[in-house]
């Protein structure tokens, strides 16, 4: 017998009617995907926008592509993670594989021994689109090891949030429901309806049933329509496919380049805006529509032209702008890991950015996913530098905390650097931890220190 998503009243339809027209609709649609897109697929929809509009017009041509392989082969830049040892790779650089992203994100975590051995198991199963199919078999080979069922289940739920959102899944509707869960929806009936629709509906949508979908669901054809529009626009079905290239080689373009200032602080380059293609809309399509010569058929075939023209370009704008906004963010936030390096990144929770930039989160997920900053650092990726997860520190991320704040600072006792990590880093770490540490780096004690 079928499952049915449980019924609404009449208020919530009417809201969630509301709700899906505002938010699903189509140029909201656009928006956001024209936020998400790298760089390269960027170019690509503005060449295809322009072929196909004749109101819109390319003043100026990309010029990024070159600027960045002039970056490269100049040796100005190193890509923090990357294989960079290829003098002839141009922007091409080794990125870390899916395992090794989520390893990192696993060592991030709180885990205990423990668990970290049955996370890296189960990350060892994950295939190379982000699915854990083979989970059955994967658990009772970790219980036959001595632990339990529900511990491993408890893990696997911790990595389902990691990045890419989906990863982990046992099955695509499983990998849809985790994304829609890390969305960030401000409305949580529009999420549930939108988790209904995937629950219960999954093949109706494929089918592009609406007319059922929206019976069951009790909303509008029209909504139905909307909810399967955002799924396909903003959903991915395969996460792993990000980290799945030719050799593991990707293209890397960063989008912005952060530099130390001469008087202090830093200064933030818009390569995007700088140096991207240029759109206007044609004076010749405006003379067309000023013509009184010019029929009412032609007049509004102009019409709806210069309006997709106008929204495209309001949308590029917007993401130069949006991404603009969270970099000046970033760039504040993470003084210290742009002096000193990875161990002084600070949590950056996507929620709090959204609030300063005046967007919603998922605006806020979608602008800085594959795009990159140039920083003194090396080359990193936006959502590096507003870690979401970032629930713990690793022993190692603690030491080379530890070993800078002795070399800077080498008067400082036990306790002091403890309560200097509490206050600076918020790291509710005992005295005693911190002389454990110092002795595993063979360095002395403040006396010792001293004389």
Partial sequence: ?????????????LNLSQQLKLMLNPRMLQLLKTLHLPYPDLLESINKEAAENPALEISRQDELLNYARTLSRGGERSLSGYDDSRPDKELKARGPTLREHLLQQARLEDFDETDLRIAEQLIDAIDERGYLEDYQAVREQIVAGGTTKNRV?????????????????RSLKECLLIQIREYNFENGALQKIISDAVKYHLDDLAAKKFAAIAEDLDIEPEG?????????????PLPGNAFKTDDNVQTIIPSFIIKCAENGGFTVSNLEADKGPRLNISNQYLQMLDDPATDA???EYLRERLAAAKIFIENIEKRYQTTQNIVDIIVKTQADFLENGYYWLKPLQQDALAQNVGVHPSTISRAVSTKYAETPQGLYPLKYLCPRNFKGYTAMQIKGMLLKIIREQPQLSDQKIAELLHERRGIPIKRRTIAKYRTDLGEASSYGRKK
């Fill in 1 to 13: 017998m079928a499952e049915h998503a449980p019924k609404l009243n009449l208020a919530q339809t």
């Fill in 153 to 169: 289940e408890h893990v696997l739920e911790t990595i389902q949030t990691f990045e890419p959102d989906g990863v982990g899944a």
């Fill in 224 to 236: 139905a329509k909307f909810i399967a529009d955002f799924i396909e626009k903003n959903l991915n």
């Fill in 297 to 299: 058929k032609t007049k």
